[in-house]
């Protein structure tokens, strides 16, 4: 028997999600059946796979050697490698702010329902310990990014350091630079697209959004730095006056040039021959660089993410 006590940066969160976390190679099928069989117990309690731990609770962990070995990481329950924050993604910390180059392809909150892996904040809540999480708060992310978008993300160490980015977010006092490589080329060289943008449900219960005139504010300035004509793709620069949901993958594609590989808002048959080409199959949009007040000092803070390697292929493959 393994016997693990729940620490504050993993409490209130689902079991079968810590249970991915220390075994990332078990597949659901086993995490289910390990409440089913008893093996998982809490507080010496039957324990569902939705059920939220909290922290101070005793895991109890029936497992043989075997099962650990094959599921965990060399006959220990915590987590792999891979499962755990990767501090050379840091691009500035501080004792207030931590500030980060996501990778794509993973989520941000562990708000999506669909999967059970670890999300960034949880790493990152992981990595600062109990200098930083405690009972009632934990490190938080200050603004978001797309599973498929890589880039600058700001995580407030303190509340105090929360609320002041809220706060120049909401007033739009941080300047916001996106790459995107999209499927066409703009009518101008540079512009700005003015579309109100209303967030929908579609039948699958998932969150898209349309521009609408009943839709909220939005502004995004754009400039392009590469075309090719030939091949009818271009790299564009974008500064975002407003923060909406998916607002630029739906104002590139409200006129004409979607951001590649954007499932979503993109266009499938150029999607497909990229994917064909390099191998790429997620959206190619990069939160470039931050610009923002410090919530402390006030000064003046410039943090730049370095393209990732899928952009930089497809731009030298298409742009030089």
């Known amino acids: 028997m393994q016997l693990l006590t729940v620490t504050a940066s993993d409490a209130d969160q689902r079991l079968d999600r810590y249970l991915k976390k220390l075994f990332p190679n078990a597949p659901l099928s086993f995490l289910y059946k390990m409440g089913r069989t008893k093996k998982v117990r809490i507080n010496g309690k039957k324990a569902e796979p939705e059920m939220r731990i909290q922290e101070g609770d005793e895991i109890a962990l029936y497992l043989s050697d075997v099962e650990i070995v094959e599921f965990g990481e060399k006959k220990s329950t915590k987590p792999a490698t891979q499962t755990k924050f990767d501090r050379s993604a840091i691009l500035y910390e501080d004792e207030v702010l931590l500030v980060v180059n996501k990778l794509p392809g993973i989520n941000v909150h562990p708000g999506d329902h ?34 498929d978008t890589s880039g600058v993300l700001i ?9 002041s980015v809220l706060e120049d977010l909401q007033s739009d006092k941080i300047k916001k630079i996106y790459l995107a490589c999209a499927a066409g080329i703009p009518k101008e060289s540079s512009g700005t697209i003015k579309a109100p943008l209303l967030r929908i449900e579609n039948a699958k219960n998932e969150n898209k959004v349309r521009v609408d005139p009943a839709g909220s504010k939005a502004v995004t300035h754009f400039k392009v730095l590469s075309q090719n004509a030939e091949q009818n793709l271009s790299v564009v620069e974008l500064h975002l006056e407003t923060g909406r949901m998916h607002q630029i993958r739906v104002h590139l594609a409200h006129i004409g040039t979607p951001v590649i590989g954007d499932k979503t808002y993109g266009d499938p048959q150029i999607n497909r021959d990229i994917k064909k080409q390099l191998g790429i199959e997620r959206q190619l949009l990069h939160a470039r660089r931050l610009e923002f007040a410090h919530p402390v000092t006030k000064k003046r803070l410039v943090v730049e993410a370095p393209v990732p390697k899928d952009m930089e292929s497809f731009m030298e493959k298409y742009f030089g």
């Open 155 to 163: 995580i407030a160490k303190t509340r105090h350091a929360l609320n």
């Open 114 to 147: 669909k999967t059970t892996e670890a999300s960034l904040i949880e790493l990152i809540q992981d990595y600062l310990g109990n200098q930083y999480n405690s009972v009632g708060w934990k490190p938080s992310l200050a603004h978001r990014l797309d599973r």
